[in-house]
T-cell receptor, first 109, second 116 residues
Framework: QKEVEQDPGPLSVPEGAIVSLNCTYSNSAFQYFMWYRQYSRKGPELLMYTYSSGNKEDGRFTAQVDKSSKYISLFIRDSQPSDSATYLCAITTGNQFYFGTGTSLTVIP | SAVISQKPSRDICQRGTSLTIQCQVD?????MFWYRQQPGQSLTLIATANQGSEATYESGFVIDKFPISRPNLTFSTLTVSNMSPEDSSIYLCSVESGLAGLGSQYFGPGTRLTVL
């Protein structure tokens, strides 16, 4: 079983839609949860991070962690064409990092 | 956040040759990481490079194939040796951020390698 599982998509939504991206993980020892955004031909950039269950909001982005279900989500409100990218979840114990395979998102104008 | 640059940004190489990838950070960092990113796969950690010590390699990666140098706190190189088409991938360096004690990483733009 992989440490982190992520649906690769691709996901295609119209501009203005709410996007939900999800990952599951296997080890309850994981403490820190991150989302990275990767534009084509660029390195991943840190989008959001959290270390507790619940929601964390940053503008149009909300990161949600449910430790009881080992499930993390990233919600994008009012999606824009500039949000078109691959989104990777990442989980760490603080020593070991595990990345999802990434979900490809296209926001259609 | 750290600003990371990599050279070259891309290269096309012949089988059996070697390529050295450079990673430069705009601030001093203790740990630098080298990853491989293949299509449809998650980022795979190759090794962790600390200044002044031997790099630590992950399972499936060996120093003879991926020698790493870390001469100072802002620079590292990864060499892909005796390349084969299976080495075609994006290679990324990253550094750990001290975000309020949390572990997270910042990545360079990547080096896109194609081996013919």
């Amino acid at each position: 079983q992989k440490e982190v599982e992520q649906d690769p998509g691709p996901l295609s939504v119209p501009e203005g839609a709410i996007v939900s991206l999800n990952c599951t993980y296997s080890n309850s020892a994981f403490q820190y949860f991150m989302w990275y955004r990767q534009y084509s031909r660029k390195g991943p950039e840190l989008l959001m991070y959290t270390y507790s269950s619940g929601n964390k909001e940053d503008g149009r982005f909300t990161a949600q962690v449910d430790k009881s279900s080992k499930y993390i989500s990233l919600f994008i409100r009012d999606s824009q064409p500039s949000d078109s990218a691959t989104y990777l979840c990442a989980i760490t114990t603080g020593n070991q990092f595990y990345f999802g395979t990434g979900t490809s998102l296209t926001v259609i104008p | 956040s750290a600003v990371i640059s990599q050279k070259p940004s891309r290269d096309i190489c012949q089988r059996g040759t070697s390529l050295t990838i450079q990673c430069q950070v705009d601030s001093q960092v203790t740990m630098m990481f080298w990853y491989r990113q293949q299509p449809g796969q998650s980022l795979t950690l190759i090794a962790t490079a600390n200044q002044g010590s031997e790099a630590t390699y992950e399972s499936g990666f060996v120093i003879d194939k991926f020698p790493i140098s870390r001469p100072n706190l802002t620079f590292s190189t990864l060499t892909v040796s005796n390349m084969s088409p299976e080495d075609s991938s994006i290679y990324l360096c990253s550094v750990e951020s001290g975000l309020a004690g949390l572990g997270s990483q910042y990545f360079g733009p990547g080096t896109r390698l194609t081996v013919l």
